[in-house]
């Protein structure tokens, strides 16, 4: 790298730029959120965001935005600019082209065919590269999460949201589950959707609650997730709420190759996509490949128990966000968050790192990081 470490200004041009990235959350993929902010000594000239594919990148809408104040100026971007032609031409040549002078990038492309590229391209056309120091570039990381996870490991982020009383339990031992939580938690449970590709469930939960799984009452515009299922013997209803929305956003079902014929016929004839893996049960690695295969990229995971239980034990949950509300439910039989085998012992659990505490309505809200993602942690 060419250049001094980013200053005080770069790193709050870059802090912003994330935050202009945001603007277009939940509806780039399987593009990734990308923010740029142009400076020119210390202030801000242009500002730009990628909106999704096949639009401008961020750093061009940025450049368009400073015009000619962007020779010789400074521009930070979350993400390392790309160097190949795809839907649009290079970032690499807009950069040149505006005669910028020293571009300030958040993270490397998590691509490792084209990683160091942009980069190398710019240092070598002599302008000044810098890169983000570890903190920041962890930031612009978990910006991509999802385009990070899928990219490297072949398979969606997956985001396991569940809702507890105090004492553990996500349902009364008669089955009822809403609600446990408040208004407020229910309404980021809505914003959380619509910045996924795909929601799953269980079918015990699908059975249960015959829910929607879509994003409702959320500001601004809403690319709505896939519905997902994993139900190894297709016993999704077609009469459920889901099934009969199929035509209006996409459900999938994620069934064990021995799932019965007529089911799964009776279901993709009303246009459900059943996607078969190894089981009983569905495999939860495989399931997620499969979705990672349909260029799913994100997955918020919303239970129940059982499918919670296999997906943490595979080691597939990378985030948790966890709702617990001031209420005791209490009940042998009344069931936990977590089905399955568990730990048999406390090394072996799972633990969340990062993690953060806050007070969402009556409800607290604990989140944490399981799986650290690549390139991050020393993985
Ligand atoms: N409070 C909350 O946050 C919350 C969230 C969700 C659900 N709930 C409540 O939880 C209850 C349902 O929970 P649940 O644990 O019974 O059901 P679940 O986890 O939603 O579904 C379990 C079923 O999914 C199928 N499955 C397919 N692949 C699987 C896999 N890899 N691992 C595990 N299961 C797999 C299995 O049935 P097959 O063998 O037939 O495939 C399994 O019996 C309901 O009362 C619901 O209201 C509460």
């Not at 942009?118 to 999802?146: H, K, Q, S, T, W």
């Amino acid at each position: 790298m060419s250049g001094a470490p980013p200053d005080a200004a770069e790193l709050a041009a870059l802090a912003r730029a994330r935050g202009l990235a945001m603007n277009a959350r939940g509806r780039v993929s399987p593009n990734p959120l990308v923010g740029a902010v142009v400076l020119r000594d210390g202030v801000v000239v242009g500002e730009g965001w990628h909106e999704g594919p096949g639009l401008p990148h961020a750093e061009v809408m940025a450049l368009r935005a400073a015009g000619e104040a962007a020779r010789g100026a400074t521009v930070a971007c979350t993400l390392e600019p790309c160097s190949h032609f795809g839907r649009t031409p290079p970032c690499t040549d807009a950069l040149r082209e505006a005669g910028v002078a020293r571009v300030v990038v958040g993270c490397l492309d998590p691509l490792e065919r084209t990683r160091g590229q942009g980069v190398r391209i710019l240092a070598e056309a002599g302008v000044d590269v810098a890169m983000a120091p570890p903190a920041e570039e962890v930031a612009c990381l978990e910006l991509n999460a999802a385009f990070v996870t899928h990219s490297v490991r072949g398979r969606p982020h997956v985001l396991l949201k569940l809702a507890t009383s105090l004492d553990g339990k996500i349902a009364t031992a008669a089955g009822e589950s809403r609600w446990i939580t408040g208004p407020p938690a229910r309404a980021l449970v809505h914003r959380w959707r619509a910045d996924h590709d795909a929601v799953a469930v269980g079918i015990g939960t699908a059975l249960a609650d015959d829910p929607d799984l879509t994003a409702r009452d959320v500001d601004g515009p809403v690319r709505q997730p896939a519905r997902v299922v994993f139900d190894t013997a297709a016993r999704l209803p077609v009469d459920s709420r889901l099934v009969r929305t199929a035509g209006e956003v996409p459900v999938l079902v994620v069934a064990g190759d021995g799932a019965p014929a007529d089911r799964v016929a009776a279901l993709e004839a009303r246009g459900v996509r059943v996607l078969r893996v190894p089981g009983p049960p569905a495999d939860p690695a495989a399931g997620m490949a499969a979705l990672a295969a349909e260029g799913i990229q994100s997955v918020f995971l919303e239970g129940g128990a059982q499918l919670a239980g296999t997906a943490l034990r595979a080691g597939l949950v990378d985030v948790v966000r966890w709702f617990c509300a001031p209420m005791l439910i209490g009940g042998d039989r009344a069931p936990g968050a977590i089905g399955g085998e568990g730990a048999a012992l406390l090394a072996d659990a799972s633990r969340l790192r990062g993690v953060t505490v806050e007070r969402v309505g009556e409800d607290i809200l604990v989140s944490g990081r399981i799986v650290p993602l690549p390139g991050v942690d020393g993985d």
